[in-house]
């Protein structure tokens, strides 16, 4: 989705307990990158199919060059998220929404398999919804996963999300050769939507706005 607000530098959180930096996706990342997905495997091959091709440190930056591309133009966001001491923590983006609505974003994520179980994806998740409405002023956010993604739909529901349906045969058929690799057979997709009617039903919302700092 390409919008006419200017790119983000950084998103900043800090609520005395728990500080993260959001920011855009940067060459010196690759080998980090690359040791959190080889670290984190085990979790990303059930429903990540890029987990599934060539894993190094040439292919991520090779990735991060061209997110870089896009990220400037305005066409997609991909961040790296960190605590305070600099550690990874999880991967996150702003990708275009598959509706017809260019002020819409889908947020997408996975997290490092030493952070997991933390309420990370949930808490990036609310930071990038509040962000993608308040500062790129999108009138609608959406996120979804794949039908046997229980813990992506468990974060998704924390979030508030509306389930607005499912999309039978969403994701191509996996070859045999995926599926030997511990590849999902699952190819539903859910979807969950907020719009800017929503916001004032969403509980965690306005608390957020406090802890959050953009630039």
Known sequence: MK???????????NDGSIFLLIRPLRKEDAATLNTAV????????????????????????YRISDSQQNYLKG??????????????LLSASWHPSKTRNKKCFEIG????????????????????????????????VEIGCNKA???SKKVIEKCDFI????????????AEKMLKNNYCSERTYLLFGLTRDDLLDIP???KIKKYVKIS
Not at 3 to 13: D, F, G, K, W
Not at 126 to 138: D, R, S, V, Y
């Open 75 to 88: 066409l997609e966001y991909d961040f790296a998220v960190f605590d305070k001491s600099g550690d990874f």
């Open 204 to 206: 965690w919302y306005l």
């Open 109 to 140: 994520y996975w997290t490092h398999v030493k952070h997991c179980n933390k309420g990370l994806a949930t808490l990036v998740t609310k930071i990038l919804t509040f962000t993608a409405f308040e500062f790129m002023e999108c009138d609608r």
């Open 149 to 151: 993604n229980a813990a």
């Open 3 to 13: 919008t006419n607000s200017p790119p983000l530098t950084e998103i900043l959180y």
């Open 163 to 174: 389930f607005e349906g499912e999309i039978r045969n969403y994701f191509s058929k996996p």
């Open 38 to 61: 080889h670290e984190s495997i085990d979790n990303l091959l059930p429903f990540m199919d890029w987990a599934h091709g060539e894993l190094n440190e040439e292919s991520q930056l």
